[in-house]
């Protein structure tokens, strides 16, 4: 079975599942690979005939991150290429609610605390800063400096307050004290730039990393000489790793090698299962946490998809060139 859905051509760069609606996902995209034109965010549900637009708004740069509020199903924030986060409602049709213009470059991570009371959140651009900020958006908090390359991903620890991860182009992985606005540990993590890195949701010690070098580390933040699990596999660079929801041991990753990838770092033969059926760089993936093992994940041609083990669901934007730029989403089980 496929559902298609079609609207005008971008590239996609982040798929976020709804903390709160099961069959909800928001996608950040860009024209001509973010390099020119504008961005759009869209909000996308399932639905037993088809894939329904629920909201589609449009951005004067590129969008490259996009993350939902932890605190309101409606409230969304997505990161551009002017510099700027933009908070978006899922009930306003027209602009945002706020709009933060404070990096120097382009935002290339976003992310919301899932820290209950803790309602915040932190950017990280290709200015080399991460900032940290409260959802008015007014003025950021805190700015935090030290990496020596541009910020690709900035990740809130699910355990402890105050703290979160960032993965530069400087190859290093970094643990930042918000507090004390301060770098707790930096690692060298990769001898190439780290495009993503992610908590485990089951232990606060551990850490995944996704580089150009196509490995995915697992670090165990007390000791860091050397790499808890070492995964290789992937042909081309890693865009993004994910923890599951469900399992201390288990990671996604998806790359520019098409391909998503499934790993369990505890297992003599990590690898669990290739996804393949993309035609394109992926660029996104996330795990549902209403759905056991389902993932959702995006294509440079703006794809994203939902995949299980026992079912595959497809969401593909796809760009084509026979009736002008199309956008088609594809939903296949």
């Not at 950017?123 to 008015?136: E, L, N, R």
């Not at 030290?146 to 355990?159: A, D, F, K, L, Q």
């Not at 690692?187 to 908590?199: G, Q």
Request: with cysteine; proline share 4%; aromatic share 10%.
């Amino acid at each position: 079975m496929t559902k298609v859905f079609r609207s005008p051509a971008h590239h996609g760069y982040a798929v976020e599942v709804s903390p709160f609606i099961p069959n909800r996902v928001a996608c950040a995209a860009s024209q001509y690979y973010g390099l020119a034109g504008c961005g759009t965010l869209l909000v996308l549900d399932e639905t037993e005939t088809g894939v329904s637009l629920v909201r589609s708004w449009q951005w004067s740069d590129g969008l490259f991150d996009v993350a939902w509020s932890e605190a309101n199903e409606h409230l969304l924030v997505a990161g551009g290429g002017d510099g700027s986060l933009q908070l978006w409602d899922v009930a306003n049709h027209n602009t945002p609610l706020r709009v933060a213009k404070e990096h120097a470059q382009e935002v290339y991570s976003v992310d919301w605390s899932q820290i209950r009371g803790e309602n915040l959140l932190v950017s990280g651009s290709w200015d080399q800063t991460a900032k940290v900020w409260d959802p008015a958006l007014t003025q950021s908090l805190t700015t935090l400096r030290g990496h020596e390359g541009v910020i690709y991903s900035t990740i809130w620890s699910p355990h402890i307050p105050g703290c979160f991860a960032s993965a530069s182009g400087d190859g290093t992985l970094r643990v930042w004290d918000v507090k004390a606005a301060a770098c707790r540990l930096a690692v060298p993590a990769h001898k190439a730039e780290i495009l993503s890195c992610d908590w485990c949701k089951y232990d606060q010690n551990i850490v995944a990393t996704g580089a150009v070098d196509c490995s995915v580390c697992v670090w165990d933040l007390r000791n860091v000489r050397q790499p808890v699990s070492q995964l290789g596999g992937h042909r081309y660079a890693i865009r993004r790793v994910k923890f599951s929801p469900y399992s201390k041991t288990v990671l996604a990753s998806c790359s520019y090698d098409f391909t998503v990838r499934f790993w369990d770092f505890s297992r003599n033969q990590p690898l669990l299962e290739t996804v393949e059926h993309h035609s394109e760089f992926v660029c996104g993936l996330d795990f549902n946490l209403h759905v056991p093992n389902q993932v959702t994940h995006t294509i440079l041609q703006t794809c994203f998809s939902f995949v299980e083990k026992s079912q595959i669901i497809t969401v593909a934007l796809k760009m084509t060139t026979t009736s002008g730029q199309i956008v088609q989403i594809e939903l296949s089980k």
